[in-house]
């Protein structure tokens, strides 16, 4: 089959080639799946940095072509998406049944891709805030593939404001049309006494966030970015900080998983959000890492998989 694979260039981000590598085999409670999309996000760039030769994972849409030991047959054939942990782009990936989902008949490759993942966790961010209906909620990172849905759900949960904030302002008319009333940058001033902060981007940000919220506010930060608070500026106002990412949720509530996901394709199948995925070519990776690391991507960035016969 064909792989994706990364080598060091330099004081350069790593650089991919497609390499042949060995169809993997699954095993004990995995199952294979011939890749048709795969998702490239800011996760898959700070392992690149940190390991020039690393094999991100990330999530994908294809097709279950064999189940291993122990894993119901009744999956194969069926069109999947999901979270694999590493080597995603390629041909074939394994993946564990847990994590992945079956897509309704009709959903298109790059709606389920921006949904199986990203609309997860911006779904779980909102929750993790408590009820939206009524509330002004700001969203930091909102133009990335899970911030620009987080936008349209807020909206369709009630909220009384929607306040994109993203790197600059040629982002702005993007997550407008996702559903923000506002679109301020991350350098310029930003609103006090805001009820709900979803930070996507962390460092600096996080604090800043705590800092304009209103009394009884909360923040959650659903970012990889790290940051701290200063945990005197919590006390005054009753403020909370809470985080949060899909591991937990994952592993102990499978119920709750299910329901969100089934809301998603609700919503998808009423038009009432409208992820935004940019698909490109393998061949075109470079590009698509260059963009996402310099922040210039809108919305989720994605690869098609070479078809068998290319």
């Given at each position: 089959m064909r792989a994706i694979q990364f080598s060091a260039r330099g004081d350069r981000l790593p650089g991919s080639r497609i390499v042949e590598a060995p169809r993997p085999q699954p095993e004990p409670g995995q199952l294979l799946v011939r890749t048709e999309l795969s998702g490239v996000g800011v996760g898959a760039v700070r392992m690149l940095r940190a390991d020039a030769a690393a094999n991100p994972g990330g999530e994908m849409v294809g097709t279950v072509v064999a189940a291993g030991p122990g894993v119901d047959e009744a999956w194969i054939g069926m069109r999947v998406g999901g979270l694999v942990f590493d080597s995603v782009h390629a041909e074939y990936v394994c993946a564990a049944p847990a994590l992945i989902t079956g897509i309704p008949e009709g959903v298109h490759a790059a709606d389920a891709l921006a949904l199986v993942r990203g609309g997860l966790v911006a779904r779980g961010a909102l929750r993790a805030a408590g009820s939206v209906a009524g509330k002004s909620v700001l969203i930091?990172?909102?133009?990335?593939?899970?911030?620009?849905?987080?936008?349209?759900?807020?909206?369709?949960?009630?909220?009384?404001?929607?306040i994109a904030v993203v790197g600059s302002a040629g982002k702005f008319d993007f997550v407008t049309r996702c559903g923000a009333d506002r679109a301020l940058s991350y350098d310029g001033s930003w609103p006090e006494g805001i009820d709900i902060v979803l930070d996507g981007v962390g460092g600096e940000l996080v604090q800043r966030g705590v800092d304009i919220l209103a009394p009884h506010g909360s923040l959650v930060a659903f970012g990889g970015g790290g940051g701290a608070v200063d945990a005197s500026t919590?006390?005054?106002?009753?403020?909370?900080?809470?985080?949060?990412?899909?591991?937990?949720?994952?592993?102990?509530?499978?119920?709750?998983?299910?329901?969100?996901?089934?809301?998603?394709?609700e919503l998808l199948d009423d038009r009432m959000i409208h992820p935004h995925v940019e698909v490109r070519g393998w061949a075109e990776m470079d590009a698509v890492v260059e963009s996402i690391a310099t922040r210039r991507n809108l919305g989720r960035m994605a690869l098609t998989a070479p078809l068998e016969s290319e």
């Open positions: 930091t990172g909102a133009a990335s593939g899970s911030g620009h849905l987080a936008l349209q759900l807020a909206r369709v949960a009630g909220a009384s404001e929607v919590l006390l005054g106002g009753l403020k909370t900080v809470t985080g949060f990412s899909m591991a937990l949720p994952s592993r102990t509530r499978p119920d709750l998983i299910a329901e969100d996901r089934a809301r998603l394709w």
